[in-house]
């Protein structure tokens, strides 16, 4: 047979005292054309109007909360009139998105968030329910010339500040853009083979070296001890920016494509030894006893 003890728990939740301000935590029950019905285990079962869920404007009530799901709110009030408690999920996004915000500050979280709104100076973003803003110089990884571009598109984030206090959130699409391009470098960077000549074309000349624009669309350095055979002071007593040349890549080490013309030169230049002389790199002469003897007169 069935005790009081078999009960004790539903009874100690339903005798629970619940004052305002609570941060209280139940199952959706039900979701109707304009609040949510909240099942907190407690004397009476809460109520989350629609406006009242969050401060993002494209919150969709219908499509973002079902039967089943688990939802914490701020107790607003302890009965509506009709015995049910106004509880508010907005106030407590407030409370604990914050720490979810700082969270993905520290550990450089990457998060997608649709572009709101276009303003002054950049963009608006909500991420927890929190207005966030996005400078025009951290929209993307490259100059941004038209920012309507971006109304209403989906872009990765990261935050970049967090201010409870103040209220201000900032993110970043900066970020996050260059850490998906470089992937997508390092993976057709180890599509490369050691060793492959391809064409390029001088891109900027530093003191170091050049960088040159292969034809794969990658770039990579040709350091000055591998621009000649010759020693050389400056990439530009060879090259100049806008050439094109013949370069063979040597290293791909650490995601990083080196290359060489001074090989290729080398190379060259062994096979116009062989042409001209019938010289192996082993050291074999190629002319047989025959040939040398050819014409000798004794």
Same mark, same amino acid.
């Given at each position: 047979?069935?005790?009081?003890?078999?009960?004790?728990?539903?009874?100690?939740?339903?005798?629970?005292?619940?004052?305002?301000?609570?941060?209280?935590?139940?199952?959706?029950? $039900?979701?109707? $054309? $304009?609040?949510?019905?909240? $099942?907190?285990?407690?004397?009476?079962?809460?109520?989350?109007?629609?406006?009242?869920?969050?401060?993002? #404007?494209?919150?969709?009530?219908?499509?973002?909360?079902?039967?089943?799901?688990?939802?914490?709110?701020?107790?607003?009030?302890?009965?509506?009139?009709?015995?049910?408690?106004?509880?508010?999920?907005?106030?407590?996004?407030?409370?604990?998105?914050?720490?979810?915000?700082?969270?993905?500050?520290?550990?450089?979280?990457?998060? #997608?968030?649709?572009?709101?709104?276009?303003?002054?100076?950049?963009?608006?973003?909500?991420?927890?329910?929190?207005?966030?803003?996005?400078?025009?110089?951290?929209?993307?990884?490259?100059?941004?010339?038209?920012?309507?571009?971006?109304?209403?598109?989906?872009?990765?984030?990261?935050? +970049?500040?967090?201010?409870?206090?103040?209220?201000?959130?900032?993110?970043?699409?900066?970020?996050?853009?260059?850490?998906?391009?470089?992937?997508?470098?390092?993976?057709?960077?180890?599509?490369?083979?050691?060793?492959?000549?391809?064409?390029?074309?001088?891109?900027?000349?530093?003191?170091?070296?050049?960088?040159?624009?292969? /034809?794969?669309?990658?770039?990579?350095?040709?350091?000055?001890?591998?621009?000649?055979?010759?020693?050389?002071?400056? #990439?530009?007593?060879?090259?100049?920016?806008?050439?094109?040349?013949?370069?063979? +890549?040597?290293?791909?080490?650490?995601?990083?494509?080196?290359?060489?013309?001074?090989?290729?030169? /080398?190379?060259?230049?062994?096979?116009?030894?062989?042409?001209?002389?019938?010289?192996?790199?082993?050291?074999?002469?190629?002319?047989?006893?025959?040939?040398?003897?050819?014409?000798?007169?004794?």
């Amino acid at each position: 047979m069935e005790s009081m003890d078999d009960y004790k728990e539903e009874l100690e939740a339903s005798l629970k005292k619940i004052r305002v301000g609570d941060v209280v935590t139940g199952t959706v029950i $039900d979701v109707t $054309d $304009d609040a949510v019905i909240v $099942d907190l285990k407690a004397y009476a079962d809460g109520v989350i109007r629609k406006d009242d869920l969050s401060e993002d #404007p494209d919150f969709n009530m219908a499509e973002m909360i079902h039967p089943g799901d688990e939802i914490t709110a701020t107790v607003m009030a302890t009965n509506d009139g009709e015995g049910n408690m106004v509880l508010s999920k907005k106030e407590a996004n407030q409370v604990l998105a914050w720490d979810k915000l700082k969270n993905m500050m520290e550990e450089r979280t990457v998060v #997608p968030v649709k572009i709101a709104e276009i303003v002054n100076a950049g963009a608006v973003a909500y991420l927890e329910g929190i207005r966030g803003f996005i400078p025009v110089s951290r929209l993307s990884d490259e100059y941004v010339e038209d920012l309507k571009e971006f109304d209403g598109k989906t872009i990765e984030v990261t935050v +970049i500040t967090a201010d409870e206090e103040t209220h201000r959130l900032v993110l970043s699409g900066r970020e996050a853009a260059r850490e998906k391009k470089q992937e997508e470098t390092n993976k057709k960077i180890a599509k490369c083979e050691v060793g492959a000549v391809m064409k390029g074309t001088v891109e900027t000349l530093k003191d170091y070296g050049a960088f040159v624009e292969l /034809e794969n669309g990658l770039t990579g350095l040709l350091h000055i001890s591998q621009i000649s055979t010759k020693r050389i002071k400056h #990439p530009g007593a060879v090259l100049k920016e806008g050439q094109e040349v013949r370069v063979k +890549i040597i290293s791909t080490a650490n995601n990083k494509i080196s290359l060489s013309m001074k090989e290729l030169i /080398e190379e060259e230049e062994e096979r116009e030894a062989e042409d001209t002389y019938g010289y192996k790199e082993e050291g074999q002469a190629s002319t047989g006893l025959a040939d040398l003897l050819k014409g000798l007169k004794l």
